[in-house]
Each structure stands twice: as C-alpha cells, then as structure tokens.
C-alpha cells in the first residue's frame, strides 16, 4: 500500500490553522495514523484510527477521512508544532508510511 | 513509565553484520507487538519489521528481508535486530516502537505509540 502526502512542505505563521493531506492507494478504512517528528527526536503519536487523538496530544489537532483520502488539520498554530508529519497506514500488517510534510515557520 | 532504550549501533563496512537491541520498561513487553522503524539522513520513516508478543508472527520489509533478522527474548524485556550484508543504504537511525491497538467494538486498530530515542546505524568503508 503507498501513500503520498500533500504538501510536501509548506510554510505558516503562528495562529494559522494547516491541513496536511494523505491518499492511500487503496481503500484503507480509518486504518490511518499520524505521527509528528522533529530533528533527533523520536516521532511522536497524534492520531490513530484516522480520528482518534492520542491521549495527551493537544486538541488543536485534528484527523478526518476514510478510504483512500485522510486529513490532518492543526488549528492556531504553537511554536512547537513546526516539525514534520507523516501518516503510516496500518490496514496491512506491512506497514507504510508517506513521505512526509515539512511545516515550517 | 514506559521507556524503550536502543542500543549497538556503529560503524560498520559494506558487507559487514550488527545486532541492535532494544530493552524495555515501564510495561508488560509480552502483551506488545514491537516494531523496528528506521529514518535514513534527510530521509523519511521506514517501517522495516514487526515481532508478535509471543514472537511466532514475523513480518518484513522487501528492502531488509533475507538480510535482517527481528527477534525477541520476554525474560530480558528485550528486541533485537540482527542485520547481515549491510549496504550503504542501510545507513540510517533505527528505532523501536511499541504498538498498542485500539478495541472498537471488534475491529483493532493498530498504532506505535511508544518509541526509543533511537540508534546510529552508519554502513561505510
């Protein structure tokens, strides 16, 4: 199963509110997860189950989709959440992730 | 609280053979599948393989299958990945990440949501 991401990058203020899109290509119900990862840190769960927030993730992200076509929305952007952000389908147990969208400031 | 911790990445020649482990703490390791994910330099994540908690359930990646091999000891709380015939392409920071699965009436959903800090893997002559 591949998965691509658009944007591949982008670039925001502080307050914005981005969406990241992810398009499986194949139908992969909600088994749909993001991830954020910044420079020599371990990437960090934010959403399973294409919706679901992770527990202690803040509330301004946001996970929509089903199928084939996912989003991740993050509102009022925080200095921290410049990082960057991956989805990993899970719907086959050989796992796979997209390529990546790089949010920078 | 839970905490995986990497160990045994290096140098090591085109060719050559490594073995990484990943200890764990903080949870029950034997009711977790675990994972080994890597990130090459300026790269994205690569999800590489996957052990069962009770380690009869392997999965691999096409890029390290035949290549690596995922194993687990639950007595030791551990993981490790024995890579063989490393390539330049393997050069890369490899992680373990737990996976944990969500129950929602019959349907398991499956995501990684501990990881270690991760080690240096770098394949160079």
């Known amino acids: 199963i591949q998965l691509t991401q658009s944007p591949s990058s982008l670039s925001a203020f502080v307050g914005d509110t981005v969406t990241v899109t992810c398009r499986s290509s194949q139908d992969i119900s909600i088994y749909l997860n993001w991830y954020q990862k910044k420079p020599g840190k371990a990437p960090k769960l934010l959403i399973y189950a294409a919706s679901s927030l992770h527990s202690g993730v803040p509330s301004r992200f946001s996970g929509s989709g089903s199928g084939t076509e996912f989003t991740l929305t993050i509102s009022s952007l925080q200095p921290e959440d410049f990082a960057t952000y991956y989805c990993?389908?899970?719907?086959?147990?050989?796992?796979?992730f997209g390529p990546g969208t790089r949010l920078d400031i | 609280q839970v905490q995986l911790v990497e160990s045994g990445g290096g140098l090591v020649k085109p060719g050559g053979s490594l073995r990484l482990s990943c200890t764990a703490s903080g949870f029950t390791f034997s009711d977790h599948y675990i994972s080994w994910i890597r990130q090459a330099p300026g790269k994205g994540l690569e999800w590489i393989a996957y052990i069962s908690n009770g380690g009869t359930t392997i999965y691999y990646a096409d890029s390290v299958r035949d290549r690596f091999t995922i194993s687990r000891d639950n007595a030791k709380n551990s993981l490790y990945l024995q890579m063989n015939r490393l390539r330049a392409e393997d050069t890369a920071v490899y992680y373990c990440a737990r996976e944990s699965v969500f129950d929602s009436g019959g349907f398991y959903f499956y995501y990684f949501d501990s990881w270690g800090q991760g080690t240096l893997v770098t394949v160079s002559s």
């Open positions: 990993l389908q899970s719907f086959s147990t050989l796992f796979t």
